[in-house]
């Protein structure tokens, strides 16, 4: 028997569920909630019971809104306890956009640090005249003009930008309705201009405009996504010893400008770099131009050691004038008698050293002044590494000149370049600011191990022998070597021995085997007043007193070697020249 339902029966089609729903099986049990209040509904309707209708809607809502304020309070938990280090809630490591620029040992050099923007919207303000007095008191800095601009308008504008934590908390303690501020990511150089010239800047928007900020700005960028700082190859000990020991010599010679670069000769890493005045925005070790003079003897002498064109027993003719058509050529020590390669290398004699460069030829000349990076840009990250002034031929007068110095213009990066090469057993390393050397450098071998073994000889004997003009660079026990330079400088048509450069490059320690830890030092001081203006005099000290203060920092023992005692008096020879 079949059994009828008496009661008319609705067709009610089932709720529908959204996809997220379905999809999403751990709210299950809130879609299984919502159908259970849905088919309540139903049933206070469906029995006429409106009040239990109402009480199950009031519970509905209520529910509702527990289980949104639960979700919200957990995501804002979250955020406040999960905050990337360095950043605000709701942003990045990323957001740093640059990351923290250090020495080689993790010195800071440049960091970011959270300044703010003051802003002002004036409808809100309640007493214009009282805010402007107060803000002024609270922020004496506050550019006035802009400030009364802002209050008279009619909308929220940026007031000043820049305010440290300090000054921001000055101004929020005044508690003036319509002032408000926003963070600002802004970079800081806690040095000042201390190593400023190697820094470098980044805008306000935070790209590199200069220095290393510029040289390495893509990876910089990457740290900071990464919270990586980014070393430099620079020892902040050591520049500052090189910062102190070059302010000193410019006063001490009344210098109009001075430069100073340090290096490991056999990773080209710069450990020091600096142009005094350090508040001029010109880097001269990089962009400045000069004919630096008699250090280039190291650069000839090289030549003809290397070529087989001379050792240490050619002889040179210089008692008298070279005469170059009519052009004359003379050694600002005269000699006036025949020399050997040592005595033209210690008495810094022009006609010898002229004699050797005509004889190699153009060919030759040119070969290694390009070998050793004369005829380029200095290789190096920085993008202020400037061209060199060439010469445009190269004639026997020109060869002569570019013997000793003259005729050629480069910037103390080069030169120092070239000298690392000289000294570190022939190898030419492109120099490089980043710690642990250049990426993939291309290495050349630019002289043979032999020449670099006989360049070394001849700087440490140019410091120790009483003929050399180096004996002002003593470093004692660090037997160190070098070549003085010294040059007048072209000025209103000639070359005025009231302008001059004096400089001194060195090395220490000049022996050991030629892959031992071994340093290069270039000072250059330009236009000194005092006098003697020659590199001996007002180059020289400052190297010795250098090379003295960063040896403990660079592990550099100090001894005896066959030209010294450890406490640096030099033990006499068989062969000593009395000094001229």
């Known amino acids: 028997m079949t059994v009828h339902d008496p009661s008319p029966r609705t067709y009610r089609p089932a709720p529908r569920v959204s996809g997220a729903l379905r999809l999403l099986p751990s709210w299950r ?39 949104v304020f639960s979700v919200l309070a957990v995501f804002a938990g979250r955020a406040a306890l999960f905050v990337p280090a360095g950043g605000a809630p709701g942003s990045s490591v990323g957001q740093l956009t640059r990351a923290d620029l250090v020495d080689r040992n993790g010195q800071i050099l440049a960091t970011n640090i959270t300044h703010y923007g003051l802003y002002i919207d004036p409808r809100e303000v309640w007493d214009l005249d009282l805010a402007r007095r107060q803000i002024r008191r609270a922020l004496p800095e506050v550019p006035v003009e802009r400030l009364d601009r802002v209050l008279a308008g009619k909308r929220r504008l940026v007031v000043m930008n820049g305010l440290t934590p300090a000054q921001r908390e000055a101004v929020h303690n005044l508690a003036l309705g319509g002032v408000t501020f926003e963070p600002e990511n802004r970079r800081s150089y806690p040095l000042g201009d201390a190593t400023s010239h ?27 996504a990464t919270g990586e700082p980014f070393a430099l190859s620079i020892d902040l000990r050591v520049q500052g010893v090189l910062e102190t020991e070059l302010a000193a010599a410019a006063a001490e010679t009344g210098a109009k400008a001075a430069v100073g670069i340090i290096t490991d000769v056999q990773t080209g ?20 131009h000069y004919e630096m003079g008699s250090v280039f003897k190291s650069i000839t002498i090289a030549a003809g050691l290397d ?43 022009n006609i010898g050293t002229s004699r050797l460069a005509i004889e190699m030829g153009p060919v030759v000349m040119e070969d290694y002044f390009r070998r050793l990076g004369f005829l380029d840009a200095a290789q190096i990250e920085l993008k202020e590494s400037a061209h060199p002034i060439r010469p445009r031929e190269w004639s026997d007068s020109t060869l002569a000149s570019l013997s000793f110095g003259y005729g ?41 191990e032999e020449t670099s073994l006989t360049v070394l000889d001849l700087m440490r004997r140019n410091v120790v022998r009483p003929a050399g003009s180096g004996g002002r660079a003593v470093a004692p026990g660090l037997r160190l070597g070098g070549k003085t330079g010294s040059a007048n400088k072209w000025f209103e048509g000639r070359y005025d021995p009231m302008h001059a450069v004096g400089t001194f490059a060195a090395v220490f320690p000049t022996d050991g085997p ?67």
């Open 29 to 67: 049990w809130l879609t299984e909630g919502i159908l259970r209040i849905e088919h309540a509904f139903e049933r206070a309707r469906a029995e006429a019971r409106p009040e239990e209708d109402t009480r199950v809607r009031i519970f509905f809502i209520m529910t509702v809104f527990c289980v």
């Open 198 to 224: 190697v820094i470098g800047r980044a805008d306000t928007g935070g790209v590199g405009i200069s220095g290393s900020e510029l040289a390495f700005d893509s990876e910089i960028r990457a740290g900071g």
């Open 514 to 580: 030629l892959n031992a830890k071994r340093y290069a030092i270039l000072i250059l001081i330009d236009e000194p007043s005092s006098y003697p203006r020659t590199g001996g005099f007002v180059a020289a000290p400052a190297v010795g007193r250098i090379a003295d203060r960063i040896a403990p920092f660079l592990g550099v023992e100090r001894r005896a070697d066959r030209w010294s005692t450890a406490d640096g008096r030099r033990i006499p020879q068989p062969d000593d020249e009395v000094a001229p």
């Open 269 to 288: 890493e710069v450990l020091g770099m600096a142009s005094w005045p350090f508040d001029q925005s010109k880097n001269l070790a990089v962009s400045g």
């Open 408 to 448: 050629i213009s480069i910037t103390p990066a080069q030169m120092v370049a070239a000298m690392g090469a000289l000294t570190n057993g022939g190898r030419f390393l492109p120099l490089s600011l980043r710690k642990g050397g250049a990426r993939q450098p291309q290495v050349r071998q630019v002289v043979s």
């Open 307 to 349: 070529t087989g064109r001379a050792d240490m027993n050619t002889l040179f003719d210089a008692s008298q004038t070279l005469m170059i058509g009519n052009r004359r050529i003379d050694d600002f020590h005269a000699q006036n008698r025949v020399m050997t390669l040592e005595d033209v290398y210690l008495h810094s004699s």
